[in-house]
């Protein structure tokens, strides 16, 4: 765990792919109890730590982690993901393929925004996504489905390598595997995701997405708080650094 930003009210910590941010079925010790373990011994607390969890990343997925380090934080930050007043920016490597430049063409005619080959502008995407519960997986739409919700997101390229493009992703709306289903149904998987159509896995099982840089108003000294993430110590990542 690294700590990349705290205060008397939040604390930000970089999470590694393969950490959960929360305790789960697996019974895998969470990154929410490694950082309240951080704070006791650090300002030598006695008793219970509090910590508030108000979001979470994929286990895959490594990046940014904001949590609340008080009650009156954690109500606000609830308040501020919800009302979309927290801007965070993620990283993702995509494959270059012949058959995702067809799809993500394909995909482009229908959104407002996204024209022609790839380049450094911003295109947006808008599917309907449906959850699948026991698969733990969305699935794209182009229209609107029964169950479905509306996802929206904008992308720019920012880098290329030999075999891959990175893309800047920014969501307009927060959907279950969001960014994963709506690069996917364009034909631009992201690295290592097997879910979501990638041929190939991550050595270390993680995908390529990253929670690069979080933006907002501080809840309670309401300064501007803008942090970024490190790369990930990989030699992929460490070509677009």
Same mark, same amino acid.
């Given at each position: 765990?690294? &700590? ?50 108000? $979001? ?9 982690? &904001? ?16 009302d ?6 993620y ?51 182009? $229209?609107? &489905? ?5 996802a ?65 108003? $501080? ?23």
């Amino acid at each position: 765990m690294e &700590v990349v930003y705290e205060d008397n009210h939040i604390i930000i910590v970089y999470k590694e792919s393969g950490e959960i941010v929360q305790g789960d079925k697996t019974g895998d010790r969470p990154l929410s109890d490694i950082v309240k373990d951080y704070i006791k011994e650090k300002y030598q607390k006695p008793g219970a730590v509090f910590l508030g969890v108000v $979001h979470r990343l994929d286990r895959p997925v490594s990046g940014l982690v &904001v949590f609340a380090r008080t009650s009156k934080a954690l109500t606000r930050l609830n308040n501020m993901f919800r009302d979309g007043e927290v801007h965070k920016t993620y990283w993702a490597i995509v494959s270059k393929t012949e058959e995702g430049r067809s799809k993500k063409e394909e995909v482009r005619r229908k959104t407002e925004e996204g024209r022609g080959e790839m380049d450094d502008s911003s295109h947006t995407l808008e599917h309907w996504l449906v959850r699948n519960e026991k698969q733990n997986k969305s699935y794209a739409y182009d $229209h609107e &489905v029964p169950n479905s919700k509306k996802a929206i997101l904008k992308y720019r390229v920012i880098g290329h390598s030999d075999r891959y493009t990175l893309l800047e992703v920014n969501l307009l709306t927060g959907r279950h595997h969001q960014i994963r289903c709506q690069l996917a149904a364009m034909g631009c998987p992201i690295k290592g995701d097997l879910k979501y159509g990638a041929k190939r896995s991550n050595p270390d099982g993680s995908i390529s997405l990253l929670s690069h840089r979080v933006e907002f108003i $501080h809840p309670v000294s309401k300064e501007r708080i803008v942090v970024e993430s490190p790369l990930p110590n990989d030699p992929l990542w460490q070509t677009f650094k």
